[in-house]
């Protein structure tokens, strides 16, 4: 019997639960999912015989190595800062490690000592960062592979609400975790276009947003997704022209959006109390009015707009003009911004989200220039079983089998983009309906 230890147990979770108690059986594995609310743990295993259930602090370290001293493979859908205490214990006992989150600097220190220690950090391993990684060097090799020169390279994938659900003014609902909503951006971006380094500070991050068109869904607004020029080398693109990874969402999200960062709402440093502060006292608490006008007033002519504009509406919907009292205690105004984001953008219990990715390659063959277009959609059943947590938590359970069935001989620290590991999970992905269709001009 081998052992699974999976820490978290919220959104993203769902899938991944399913596929590794669905697999328990056949592959002979018990799985211990470990999160701070026992009652959450119990919700996504329910009575399975093969799973047990742990409620801890993630920083109670004597519980927390206790649980990954007796696993076989650590997997972690934890808050991105509570990786690294999770990877210091995986090092020291040996343990494989899973994980959803970008590398960090803190386990980037760690590289040469994971190596020596014979044991597999995967991070990156899935949605965005994840399956673009894999989906896109599927392409590129197959590209290179048949003579190819690629000259420029663009990624894009958001978390988005389906047509079917999308019935508030901010075409957006939250299907994960709220608080990286909120913070999306914040460290603004940098990529490469026709030759020029670009730098966009998050200020502007959302006012430079960019149309594509996705087949069967028309347009879609994009905005460069950190630091795009990272992932040159990883992909072995370091020559290019143009680089880029980008999010999606629906054209109205980023004009809201942008609003919402203009106002100074997503400020993450200073604490204010709320306890006696009314929403809308709070939201124009950078707003110098050039006349005496209520909040609605003073926010349309601080934005530039009118009164009756479709961002003044979307903020109105988010609450921001409201006068009830906060009354959340001591709050950034990010953590404000993500109470109201939590309550006001909230999937209901049938509504569908849907993953939306698309890579745009351009490159030369036989001279002749070529622009491919590979794209993904996938949809949600319900608020519960996503799209989200289908494409973030399946591509970890099939990795975890993987390795569990000695099928990985990697060792070290990476992210998935080698074929040993993205074909076979790409393929086993189409079982569930994640693929990709393809365009040429």
């Not at 060097?137 to 290179?144: D, F, Q």
């Not at 940098?190 to 006012?207: I, Q, R």
Request: net charge neutral.
């Amino acid at each position: 019997m081998k052992n699974i230890l999976l820490f978290g147990a919220g959104k993203s979770a769902t899938s991944l639960i399913d596929y590794l108690l669905t697999n328990a059986p056949r592959q002979k594995w018990h799985i211990t999912v470990s999160d701070h609310d026992l009652m959450l743990i119990k919700s996504k295993i329910g009575k399975s015989y093969y799973a047990t259930p742990a409620a801890i602090d993630i920083k109670d370290n004597a519980a927390r190595q206790q649980l990954i001293q007796d696993t076989d493979l650590v997997i972690s859908l934890l808050p991105p800062n509570l990786h690294i205490i999770v990877a210091k214990d995986c090092l020291q006992f040996k343990k494989n490690l899973l994980t959803a989150s970008y590398i960090d600097p803190e386990v980037r220190k760690l590289q040469d000592d994971i190596k020596k220690a014979g044991v597999l950090f995967m991070y990156e391993m899935g949605l965005d960062p994840g399956i673009d990684h894999m989906s896109a060097m599927k392409l590129i090799h197959s590209i290179e592979k048949k003579g190819g020169q690629i000259f420029s390279f663009k990624s894009y994938c958001g978390g988005l609400i389906s047509p079917d659900s999308n019935d508030n003014p901010w075409q957006y609902k939250v299907s994960w975790n709220a608080r990286n909503i909120v913070m999306a951006g914040s460290s603004g971006a940098t990529y490469k276009e026709k030759g020029k380094v670009k730098e966009l500070s998050y200020e502007h991050l959302f006012d430079h947003s960019k149309i594509i068109q996705v087949p069967g869904l028309g347009k879609l607004a994009f905005y460069p997704n950190r630091d795009s020029l990272g992932y040159m080398e990883a992909y072995n693109l370091q020559d290019l022209a143009t680089f880029m990874r980008a999010t999606l969402r629906f054209p109205d999200f980023c004009e809201g959006w942008n609003a919402v960062v203009q106002l100074g709402l997503t400020e993450d440093t200073h604490k204010i109390q709320t306890d006696q502060l009314t929403y809308n006292k709070w939201a124009t608490q950078h707003v110098t009015p050039e006349k005496q006008s209520g909040p609605e007033e003073m926010m349309a002519q601080y934005l530039g707009v009118s009164t009756k504009s479709k961002v003044i509406r979307q903020l109105k919907y988010l609450g921001l003009l409201s006068t009830d009292v906060i009354n959340l205690g001591e709050q950034t105004n990010a953590g404000i911004l993500q109470f109201l984001v939590e309550n006001k953008l909230k999937m209901e219990p049938a509504d569908k989200d849907m993953i939306v990715m698309m890579h745009e390659i351009e490159f030369e063959r036989r001279n002749m220039a070529t622009r491919m277009h590979s794209y993904m959609i996938t949809q949600g059943e319900d608020n519960v079983r996503t799209a989200m947590a289908k494409t973030v938590g399946l591509p970890l359970g099939i990795m975890a089998k993987l390795i569990l069935q000695d099928k990985v001989t990697l060792t070290g620290l990476h992210i998935p983009v080698m074929p040993e590991i993205y074909n076979p999970v790409l393929k086993e992905l189409e079982e569930y309906d994640i693929r990709f269709e393809e365009s040429f001009e």
